[in-house]
C-alpha cells in the first residue's frame, strides 16, 4: 500500500484506495515497473543525492556503499 500512496501522490489523486478501485491490477504493475527505472517523489531524490555523495568521496579516494547514505536500501531495489 506504501507504492499506492507514493503513486497516488505523484498523479495528485487524494485517495489511494478509490485509485486503485478504479484501476487494473496491470496499470498498477505498469507503474511499479515504471518505477523500478524512474523513481517516483522523493525516493528519487534521495537516491540521487546518495549517488551524487558516494561519487564526491570516491573522488576523494573514499570508498563508500550507496547504503552507507540510504541505509537499508540497496541501489537495484530503487
Known amino acids: 500500500m506504501q507504492f499506492a500512496y507514493r503513486l497516488a501522490a505523484h498523479l495528485g489523486i487524494e485517495d489511494p484506495a478509490e485509485m486503485l478501485d478504479r484501476h487494473s491490477p496491470e496499470w498498477l504493475d505498469g507503474w511499479i515497473a515504471f518505477d523500478t527505472l524512474e523513481p517516483l517523489g522523493m525516493r528519487a531524490a534521495w537516491s540521487q543525492m546518495a ?3 558516494q561519487a564526491f568521496f570516491a573522488k576523494m579516494g573514499v570508498e563508500t556503499e550507496f547504503s552507507d547514505w540510504m541505509p537499508g536500501v540497496k ?3 530503487l
Do not use: Y
Request: net charge negative.
Open 75 to 77: 541501489p537495484e531495489d
Open 51 to 53: 549517488t551524487l555523495i
